[in-house]
């Protein structure tokens, strides 16, 4: 009896996480979540449902929100990933992180980043959205510990620090 071998074909797929450019060996069926996760081990995002259901696996791909269970790997070539791990700069939380542990938004700590991220990708196309606009964004992240109540507190605490932040390098630039 023969049997064929199994041979996977791998490819070499170049994306940015979190403003670093990595080329990765992978295979087809890899999700961004499973490159995050196992190649690069950024754990921030975490692996829940594998459905899209959840939102806990959430990042941010070019801007936008997604769930990175639900993406090829291989169709993150030459484009911009941002997890968790990206969001605090030189030791400084981002004034989401800052907001969802002044709100008490922060309970298990299972969907955090995936509710912060989602929040970032609203803020930054909407810098004073309402509640409900806030809902909305995070529709697509359960969080089994709270109402939301904190949680939706939290990101409307944030917009006006993450206003100002964007407006820094600006007053500087005219100062």
């Known amino acids: 009896m023969v049997t064929a071998a199994k ?16 080329s990765v060996l992978v295979k087809p069926n890899m999700t961004l979540l499973d490159l995050l996760r196992e190649e690069l081990d950024l754990t921030g995002s975490k692996k829940s449902c594998e459905l899209g259901d959840c939102g806990a696996c959430t990042v941010l791909l070019d801007g936008k929100p997604v769930n990175a269970c639900l993406v090829l790997a291989a169709t993150a070539q030459d484009r911009e990933i941002l997890t968790i791990e990206g969001l605090a700069r030189n030791g400084k939380l981002h004034p989401l992180q800052e907001a969802f542990v002044k709100e008490g938004a922060v309970q298990c700590g299972f969907c955090t980043p995936g509710m912060i991220l989602s929040a970032k990708a609203l803020l930054d196309e909407n810098p004073d959205p309402t509640e409900e606009e806030v809902r909305t964004a995070i529709a ?20 006006p620090a993450m206003a100002a932040e964007r407006a820094q390098p600006l007053a500087r630039s005219q100062g």
């Open 7 to 22: 041979t996977t074909k791998r490819m070499v797929v170049t994306l940015t996480v979190n403003g670093d450019e990595y």
């Open 140 to 159: 697509g992240n359960l969080c089994r510990c709270t109402g939301y109540v904190k949680i939706v507190q939290a990101i409307l605490a944030a917009a």
